[in-house]
């Protein structure tokens, strides 16, 4: 009885210790990135370069609520003359998935010019993306779309290559998705803050992981 009032007592502690972790790592990214976030284009810098973070596509290449609200945001931001050209990054592992270019095609659809996309099929994660727009692509200095609960992660890993990015929500609705998402989102910041202390490189450096 008293081994099983111990297993009990040291699983509630290391619970408590999960939770807590979570939570601090989930604040400590909020807090390094709270005023590179931006919601009103009129408070928005004016970057190069306007990142647009993958998301979920059909098999038909329609794009999901949240990615169409990533990129029908960064239209408007090009629009508004914040940004002159457009980096489209996501995962295109495999000729069945490819969620780069349904997004060039909806820019195009949409009248940008596909001389203003470079298009990054290897974003695997967002750190790949973060860092493969700073090392491959050059960027140094741009503004990243996606939903809110996603830009702390992205800014930090950004920041943590001494990129100069900025964020801008996407958010347009509320998703249907959207508490499954924001509870990942709580282990995804475990997994980039453990990729930034190991200055983890991409999978892969070149234009397509093939």
Do not use: C
């Amino acid at each position: 009885m008293r081994r099983l009032k111990k297993i009990i007592l040291f699983s509630v502690i290391g619970l408590v210790l999960i939770i807590f972790t979570v939570l601090g790592v989930e604040a400590t990214f909020k807090r390094h990135t709270q005023n590179k976030i931006f919601s009103e284009i009129s408070s928005l810098p004016k970057t190069e370069t306007v990142i647009i973070l993958g998301a979920s596509v059909h098999a038909d290449g329609k794009l999901s609520p949240i990615l169409k609200d990533r990129v029908d945001t960064a239209i408007k931001l090009y629009e508004q003359g914040k940004v002159e050209n457009f980096l489209v990054t996501g995962d295109h592992r495999s000729d069945d998935y490819n969620e780069v270019d349904a997004m060039v095609n909806y820019l195009k659809k949409n009248g940008i010019d596909g001389d203003l996309i470079q298009a990054d099929h290897a974003g695997l994660d967002t750190y790949d993306s973060m860092y493969r727009a700073g090392k491959l692509f050059e960027i140094d200095n741009a503004v990243v779309v996606t939903q809110a609960f996603h830009l702390p992660r992205a800014l930090f890993i950004a920041s943590n290559l001494d990129l100069n990015y900025y964020g801008y929500t996407a958010d347009q609705r509320a998703y249907q998705t959207e508490y499954r998402l924001k509870q990942r989102e709580k282990l995804a910041n475990i997994k980039a803050l453990w990729e930034v202390l190991l200055k983890k490189k991409p999978q892969t450096m070149q234009a397509r992981l093939q």
